[in-house]
């Protein structure tokens, strides 16, 4: 399935571009014919869900390229075209302000924003602890939605009504479970043909997640320590569903750093609690955590937030990333 161009600048841009060289971007992308529906997933959780949904029957591209940091995507002009002509664009406003651009510029009633099935948390995920307010040299504000360390106060999830929405939804299983359910739906639309397979699809991934779910509901439920000290409040949604209290450095934002008197103040949170593990992600420095863990007599251990899979990730997918994640957990938090 094609639909040609809708807009000037996409006309334009095909013109400057050789049509040999718009074939989308990332590395995402199944193979197939014109009968495929088209889909463009904005980075990989997202590719992800619609390509387990999707099956032999759509072609999804991923926007964001191994290694790329989602947060900073920035789109060329292929990219602007793979957009336009996209039978479905599945995003989530307010993480990557490039997409959103050029979704509100181009991409129209193609585009599918999954922030309602996510229910992304405007407040405190369940399990999150306000204890890092001591570990702040600003007011938290109240709409964070993971405990709060530092931010700049460019936090994600800004746009279509989210607030300070923490965006990384995907980290809760049965979150992901949701939004795939409304992948099948929207694709069934598009393609009513195949709409029992994109049902299907849907029911299949649920139950591979609420088996990876109740893994680690089971795993983390005999942890000594529930305090899980992150570089970067990604984990809020994972903390939140597994009763785990994130006490974050950075806040939201990934680039953000705390100031000496933050760090100071969550060193004291860690010893006094007595964290014995601080985690910090693929993709971002890890000086803040390893500073924190030197200064507190704690080891570092990596977490990855799913947000991209690369030949350095632990696995080669979201499940299995995961499951690695939970080991690194079980050590971290000394579950029996």
Request: with cysteine.
């Amino acid at each position: 399935m094609k639909r040609s161009p809708r807009r000037l600048l996409v006309a334009a841009v095909t013109l400057a571009v050789p049509l040999a060289t718009v074939t989308g971007c990332g590395d995402g992308g199944g193979s197939g014919g014109t009968d495929q529906v088209s889909v463009v997933a904005a980075f990989y959780p997202l590719r992800y869900a619609s390509e387990r949904v999707g099956g032999e029957h759509v072609r999804v591209t991923d926007l964001t390229r191994p290694g790329t940091e989602p947060h900073d995507l920035e789109l060329d002009p292929r990219d602007v075209v793979t957009l336009a002509e996209a039978d479905l664009v599945v995003y989530l406003p307010g993480f990557q302000p490039a997409v959103d651009d050029a979704v509100a510029a181009e991409v129209g009633d193609s585009a599918l924003d999954v922030a309602p099935a996510a229910r992304l948390d405007p407040r405190p995920a369940e399990g999150a602890d306000r204890a890092t307010d001591r570990a702040t040299d600003q007011e938290t504000p109240a709409t964070s939605g993971t405990t709060t360390g530092h931010d700049d106060g460019a936090e994600h999830g800004t746009e279509g009504g989210h607030g300070t929405a923490d965006p990384h939804f995907w980290l809760d299983p049965s979150r992901l479970a949701d939004v795939a359910d409304t992948i099948a739906v929207r694709l069934a639309a598009l393609d009513p043909a195949h709409a029992a397979d994109y049902r299907a699809g849907a029911t299949g991934l649920r139950a591979e997640l609420e088996t990876l779910d109740a893994e680690f509901a089971s795993a983390l439920a005999t942890c000594t320590s529930r305090d899980l000290v992150t570089s970067h409040e990604a984990f809020g949604y994972l903390a939140g569903r597994y009763d785990l209290r994130q006490l974050g450095v950075a806040g939201l934002n990934p680039e953000a750093e705390p100031s000496a008197a933050a760090l100071a103040a969550l060193a004291d949170v860690v010893r006094e609690r007595r964290v014995r593990t601080i985690y910090h992600e693929t993709l971002v420095s890890p000086d803040v955590a390893t500073t924190l863990a030197r200064e507190t007599g704690t080891r570092v251990a990596v977490l990855d937030p799913i947000e991209g899979v690369t030949k350095d990730s632990a696995a080669r997918d979201y499940p299995g990333i995961m499951r690695a994640n939970l080991a690194t957990l079980r050590e971290g938090q000394e579950c029996s």
